[in-house]
């Protein structure tokens, strides 16, 4: 069965690095998302693509993240001089008829 | 503004027992789709299920029930017969027609106790 992958598993970065979070989306799906969850908290929105353009952003999507699709294939999630309160589980998504497919999630954890 | 609320933050029941996880929701919008997913401690997101705003059917699969009203904005879960293999957070969460952006409610830590 086709699935959602995510690298690296574990991040750890000192305050004010930049990190590159990576996912490999299912192929064919035109729906991709990045959310972001604060350990013990929500699940929160970050950005949507469709059909390889961005299509929302949140008011947490500052200019401090952006995001790439390097190779037309995988995404990757920019954050640029990461702070403390970046430490999070990151999570891509994928969407298709049904169902939203999650990778198994990045931890960043920003010392 | 589109919002989830699930009041509920954490339950613990015994093995064996029903419980119901509550989720009310608020949108502008009259085509949306509404969604639970299970998050185990392992942290994994797994999908659970859809809803249509246009298909008020309640739904089950196995010991999964879903009750979904329009007219009191409610997307509630049921589980029967619970396990201990059900303890996880429970999020319910909304999306409009474009599925552009999804809005999480802040989820239901559900422990079933031996």
């Known amino acids: 069965e086709p699935e959602v992958t995510q690298t690296p598993s574990h991040q750890v970065t000192q305050m004010g690095q930049e990190v590159i979070l990576r996912c490999v989306p299912i192929s064919n799906h035109l729906y991709f998302y990045w959310y972001r969850q604060i350990l013990g908290q929500k699940v929160e929105f970050l950005v949507s693509?469709?059909?390889?353009?961005?299509?929302?952003k949140s008011e947490i999507f500052d200019d401090q993240f952006s995001v790439e699709r390097p190779d037309g294939s995988n995404f990757t999630l920019k954050i640029r001089s990461t702070k403390l309160e970046d430490s999070a589980m990151y999570f891509c998504?994928?969407?298709?008829?049904?169902?939203?497919?999650f990778g198994p999630g990045t931890r960043l954890t920003v010392t | 503004a589109q919002k989830v609320t699930q009041a509920q933050t954490e339950i613990s029941v015994v093995e064996k027992e029903d419980v119901t996880l509550d989720c009310v929701y608020e949108?502008?919008?009259?085509?949306?789709?509404l969604f639970w997913y299970k998050q185990p401690p392992s942290g994994e997101l797994v999908f659970l299920i859809r809803?249509?705003?246009?298909?008020?059917q309640n739904e089950i699969s196995g010991r999964y029930s879903w009750n979904f009203q329009k007219s009191t904005s409610s997307f509630n879960f049921t589980i029967t017969a619970s396990q201990v293999v059900d303890s996880a957070v429970y999020f319910c969460a909304l999306t409009g027609y474009n599925f552009n952006k999804f809005y999480f409610g802040s989820g239901t830590k559900l422990n079933v106790k031996p």
């Open positions: 998504a994928t969407y298709r008829g049904h169902e939203q497919y």
């Open positions: 693509f469709y059909n390889n353009e961005i299509s929302e």
């Open positions: 809803r249509n705003s246009f298909d008020e």
């Open positions: 949108t502008r919008d009259t085509t949306y789709y």
